[in-house]
């Protein structure tokens, strides 16, 4: 069991990660999932904030399974490996509103930084604005780790604690099994699922389960982030973790060119917009609100697996925010920014720098 624990962290175990994403997403994408969205934790996160009624976009309800496998998957991991270690406490609130925040920014972007990588690999030039945001916003984030920013040690706490997020996982699996979607109905009785839009396309609940609990399982066993790939390499310049950022994209790009899914371009590109300056400040936003709570939205989901309440928090942040973005006019679409969108990017960036100078520690 040790040498396998070694082998996952290992350059390999992260470029064998990355290589996995990099199939399964493109694949995901063919049997069923959005254009350039075969995986998007954002996009998916929101659209289960549909599906239980947080908000009322049409073109975006669905439980997506990939989210439920992803902590499920990391919970079988650190089961397996010993490393479920239930812990929790420091700034929840914090941690909640950068959830909230990093969200915000995501869907003025159109998708999280796995989505980002995954369009690029798609042939969809916005991207390049997108990831060059999402960078900046982390090397803003590391002047701050720098300087002292420091969100406190979370405490260890009962095993029932790191439970909370995969039960409620299993309980929204439990309710797509028990409501699932009517005929052509937009309503389950309980649940609600788009008819039309992003959200009515997605593979079979079995595949996307599956797929969502290999790489929930390996993505725990290789500590996969894309934001730490970006922090590490910016603070210590690391290639450790941004290897399996890097094998994501070529492997995605091609599998895309062999199942004839890539579409290179700026306009007309698949759920995105070509607002450039704010697929910029939109994944800034992200970027730091990512780095600032420790982890890429994925990270968090697999943290959160293995008993981090911490990370749970700012997934139900981020999901959350989702709701906002869509209730109050904030998100995109692809005709452009929504109409409350570009001040939204500004007060969360604003909330961002106040956190990252408020929160260091005096002696640092």
């Known amino acids: 069991m040790e ?3 070694n082998v996952f ?24 999932n959005p254009p350039n969205m075969g995986v998007c934790v ?53 941690r909640f509103a950068l959830g909230v925040f990093a969200m915000i920014g ?20 916005n991207a390049i604005l997108g990831l060059a945001g999402l960078a900046v916003g982390i090397w803003i984030g590391t002047l701050f780790l720098k300087g002292g920013y ?31 979607q009517v005929a052509s109905e937009g309503k389950s009785g309980v649940l609600f699922y788009s008819v039309k839009g992003p959200g009515s396309m997605h593979a079979p609940l079995a595949v996307s389960l599956v797929v969502g609990l290999v790489i929930g399982f390996f993505a725990q066993r290789s500590r996969f982030c894309t934001m730490g790939a970006i922090r590490d390499f910016v603070l210590f310049r690391q290639m450790h973790l941004l290897s399996g950022f890097i094998a994501l994209i070529v492997t995605a790009w091609v599998v895309n060119l062999v199942l004839g899914q890539f579409k290179p371009g700026f306009e007309g590109q698949p759920i995105a917009h070509t607002m450039h300056l704010w697929n910029f400040a939109g994944m800034v936003l992200a970027g730091l609100a990512f780095c600032l709570a420790g982890g ?27 709701a906002i973005a869509h209730n109050f ?3 995109s679409s692809a005709t452009g920014v929504g109409p409350y969108g570009i001040p939204a990017v500004g007060i969360g960036l604003v909330f961002c720098l106040f956190v990252g100078f408020a929160m260091r520690e005096k002696n640092a």
């Open 3 to 5: 040498s396998i624990k």
């Open 9 to 32: 962290a290992g350059r390999w175990g992260i470029i064998g990660a990355g290589i996995l994403i990099g199939v399964l997403a493109p694949l995901l994408q063919k049997w069923g």
């Open 42 to 94: 954002a996009c998916f996160e929101r659209d289960i904030a549909g599906a239980i009624g947080l908000h009322r976009a049409e073109v975006v309800q669905y439980i997506r399974p990939e989210i439920i496998g992803f902590v499920l998957g990391s919970l079988i991991a650190a089961y397996l490996f010993r490393e479920f270690r239930p812990r929790l406490g420091s700034a929840p609130i914090v």
């Open 106 to 125: 995501a869907l003025v972007f159109l998708g999280c930084p796995w989505r980002a990588a995954l369009r690029l690999a798609g042939g969809d030039g």
């Open 150 to 180: 420091n969100l406190g040690r979370a405490q260890k706490t009962h095993t029932a604690a790191g439970w909370i997020l995969p039960l409620v996982m299993i309980g929204l699996l439990a309710l797509m099994l028990f409501f699932p």
């Open 296 to 322: 890429c939205p994925g990270r968090q989901l697999f943290l959160a697996g293995e008993g981090d309440g911490d990370a749970a928090v700012f997934v139900v942040g981020m999901i959350v925010g989702a």
């Open 329 to 331: 006019g904030l998100a």
